[in-house]
């Protein structure tokens, strides 16, 4: 079945810098990756996503990528603010004859200081 | 508010109790799910429900009984925990159980089993 790795399990980053966090997906017939982020306490929401037809997409300071060849996307926040901080969970489509389903990595704790 | 309610917030209950989770929708939907999230792991699928009928049980015990009487309503219920089984259980919804479908997470239960 889809099994989903996230990179770094946590990350601490200065105000105004980047922040990247990796995924790798092991099916290669997952078509949709999305990216949540839950805050303290909070109910995951999803921040971004991308399709696989797609290489890359942009919202604002957000960008992901998504390389299918080597099956792995990534998340990409430039010039960071304390209210970034949060865990983020990517995660890849699992299609089965009846649905599909969403498996996500582990998430990654992203603590901005300012 | 994103639409989907959880109740109760917190539960705590003893290994031979028995109790429900409750879910529900106002977005429309017609797919729902049901997370288990432990500490410094990912988000589990337990399972997904399309249409009421049940699309996906990820090897979940038996212990944990799921029942969908119509596409805004959800349930989990409970019987004879673990104290392992202590997590916070995330329900979501999603316009249909298919690839493209952001994910709409309600506030969670927090359960203790003691």
């Known amino acids: 079945g889809e099994n989903v790795e996230q990179h770094p399990s946590t990350l601490s980053v200065q105000e105004g810098d980047s922040a990247v966090i990796k995924c790798t997906y092991s099916d290669s017939a997952s078509n949709y990756f999305p990216w949540y982020k839950q805050e303290l306490g909070k109910r995951p929401q999803l921040i971004i996503d991308i399709r696989s037809n797609v290489g890359e997409k942009k919202d604002q300071r957000i960008a992901v990528t998504l390389n299918k060849t080597a099956k792995h996307f990534s998340l990409h926040i430039t010039e960071t603010q304390p209210e970034d901080s949060a865990v983020y969970f990517c995660a890849a489509s699992r299609a089965n004859q009846a649905g599909t389903a969403l498996i996500f990595g582990k998430g990654t704790t992203l603590s901005v200081s300012s | 508010e994103t639409g989907v309610t959880q109740t109760p917030r917190h539960l705590v209950m003893g290994m031979t109790n028995k109790k429900s989770l409750k879910c529900e929708q106002h977005?429309?939907?017609?797919?729902m799910y049901w997370y288990k999230q432990s500490a410094k792991k990912p988000l589990e699928l337990m399972f997904v429900?399309?249409?009421?009928?049940?699309?996906e049980n990820n090897s979940v015990p038996s212990r944990f009984s799921p029942e969908c009487p119509n596409s805004s309503h959800l349930f989990l219920h409970l019987h004879t925990l673990q104290p392992e089984d202590s997590a916070l259980y995330l329900c979501?919804?999603?316009?249909?159980?298919?690839?493209?479908?952001?994910?709409?997470f309600g506030p969670g239960t927090r359960l203790t089993v003691l």
């Open positions: 979501a919804s999603s316009p249909f159980a298919a690839s493209y479908n952001e994910q709409f």
């Open positions: 429900y399309n249409f009421k009928e049940q699309t």
């Open positions: 977005l429309g939907h017609n797919a």
